[in-house]
């Protein structure tokens, strides 16, 4: 045995021991190796260069819907559903999570696929797998030719001084960890489905995550993949402010695209990584794969694509700061723009990315600000014209899902008009409230303060000065905040 393959055997052993697939196995060892080697996955600045323009998908010809439509008939739907959204105190799949009009996420996706009249496949997790499907089963209108689900693997922690399997016996869970959504590629082969799906005659695959509602099929950009004959397409949408830490498009000194990373930027790139003049557009992580090209391309390396690697440093205890230090080795599905030749990537527009992370971002999606097409699309309301609105909630009292269904029992307020809400401290909100423009809730007074029903609020800091003292009596009556 090989010195690198006797400091991989008590991965190999323990994968095997969990039931893992061989072929996964290989793949964790070929990182493994990368990691060993020094491979850091880095892109400095200076080895790829800034895109500068791109096809638009508010400007296709209006021939390519007609396309797509055609081609809905060989096109599979493909969520991410593997979260069970700890971040926001959720136990379950996050994708169980009521999002708009008393429907989850899972709801509306498979009734948008009942509408589009595509397949839908759930990439899950072990932890999301069973309730998952036990939702989209109840819905008779999706076309079960294909299995509703397959499962993404898990991979062993590395020890950052020893390069052995991470332990932790406190909870051997935590010695484990998800290979990043690159696993997609690599899952589709060990599930079986990617061959399944080709001998059922299926071309293309639109992939996106289940937390964004934004990213429903569209004709026009299947047509415009099938048109071109594209082995890959990325959605790409214009960087703001808010998206100066979300992976980038380049392009490398030959021409061809790639993604990379924050945790692919030098630390001293950091600055030209945030200018958003600079690099342009930012991954939505809708993806267009054509499923022949992908079988062809793996089986020709051997099942692996050799998606670039990122390298997370983290606490084997990710909620304790003195723990193990600890690798997690990762790949992005994105980061594949890099392997097919010919791949490319179009600017879609905003409202294609909606992502639900926070409890800033559910509470705005569950607003008027969006709304629920009868075709199950989740928008942005007219008047937004195309500007979702920037929510930023105190984390230290609407972080957790249940807090912030305590603290606005009557619902979000509209924000149909509103550019940005920030709310610093405890409030309770009454129903009705509506927020225009730029406003802030302040509350530094220790206790609970009650926004009053019908409220209004337009470019201010509320409650005033005016109005500050009559709202925070000695004792108010309200519950002090949870802290």
């Not at 439509?69 to 493909?78: L, P």
């Not at 594949?336 to 999606?365: M, N, Q, S, Y």
């Not at 009557?410 to 309770?428: K, N, Q, T």
């Not at 009454?430 to 209004?456: E, K, M, Y």
């Amino acid at each position: 045995m090989t010195q690198d393959a006797a400091q991989f055997a008590p991965f190999a052993q323990r994968m095997a021991d969990e039931g893992l697939p061989a072929i996964f196995i290989a793949h964790f060892a070929h990182y493994y190796e990368k990691l060993r080697r020094g491979d850091d996955g880095l892109f400095a600045e200076r080895d790829i260069r800034p895109v500068r323009s791109l096809d638009n998908a508010e400007r296709l010809a209006p021939r390519l819907t007609a396309v797509g439509q055609e081609a809905i008939r060989r096109t599979v739907i493909i969520k991410l559903n593997g979260g069970l959204g700890t971040s926001m105190g959720l136990t379950g799949p996050k994708s169980l999570l009521v999002v708009k009009e008393g429907l989850t996420f899972l709801d509306i996706i498979a009734r948008q696929a009942v509408e589009i009249g595509a397949p839908l496949l759930l990439m899950n997790s072990f932890a999301t797998d069973a309730a998952s499907v036990a939702v989209v089963e109840q819905y008779p209108g999706l076309r079960h030719d294909l299995p509703l689900s397959f499962c993404q693997h898990k991979q062993p922690k590395i020890d950052a001084a020893t390069f052995a399997p991470a332990t932790w016996p406190d909870d051997r869970e935590l010695e484990w960890c998800p290979p990043g959504h690159g696993d997609l590629y690599t899952a589709l082969v060990t599930s079986g489905m990617l061959d399944r799906l080709l001998r059922a005659g299926y071309e293309y695959a639109f992939v996106s995550n289940a937390d964004n509602l934004g990213a429903v099929l569209d004709p026009a950009i299947l047509g415009y993949m099938a048109d071109k004959q594209l082995p890959f397409l990325m959605e790409v949408a214009d960087r703001t402010t808010a998206d100066r830490k979300g992976g980038h498009l380049a392009r490398r000194p030959d021409g061809g695209l790639l993604l990379r990373e924050i945790a692919q930027c030098p630390a001293d790139d950091l600055l030209a990584f945030q200018d958003i003049e600079r690099h342009r557009y930012f991954n939505t992580n809708n993806l267009w794969l054509h499923l022949p090209t992908l079988r062809a391309t793996l089986a020709a390396n051997n099942n692996e694509l050799d998606l670039p690697m990122i390298r997370n440093r983290k606490t084997v205890d990710p909620r304790d700061p003195d723990s193990t230090p600890v690798y997690q080795l990762e790949t992005a599905m994105g980061s594949a723009l890099a392997v097919f030749k010919g791949a490319e990537a179009i600017r879609v527009p905003r409202a294609r990315f909606a992502p639900v992370k926070k409890t800033d971002d559910l509470l705005a999606v569950r607003s008027d600000a969006y709304q629920l097409t009868r075709d199950f699309r989740v928008v942005l309301a007219r008047e937004r014209r195309g500007r979702p609105p920037a929510v930023e909630l105190d984390s230290s009292f609407y972080r957790l899902v249940d807090d912030l269904d305590c603290r606005f029992p009557a619902g979000p307020p509209s924000l149909r008009e509103c550019d940005r809400l920030r709310v610093e401290g405890a409030f309770e909100f009454g129903p009705g409230v509506v927020v225009r423009g730029d406003v802030t809730f302040r509350n530094t007074s220790g206790r609970c303060v009650a926004v009053p029903r019908g409220l209004t609020v337009t470019d201010a800091v509320w409650p005033g000065e005016e109005t500050a003292s009559s709202l925070l009596p000695e004792d108010d009556g309200l519950k002090a905040p949870a802290l």
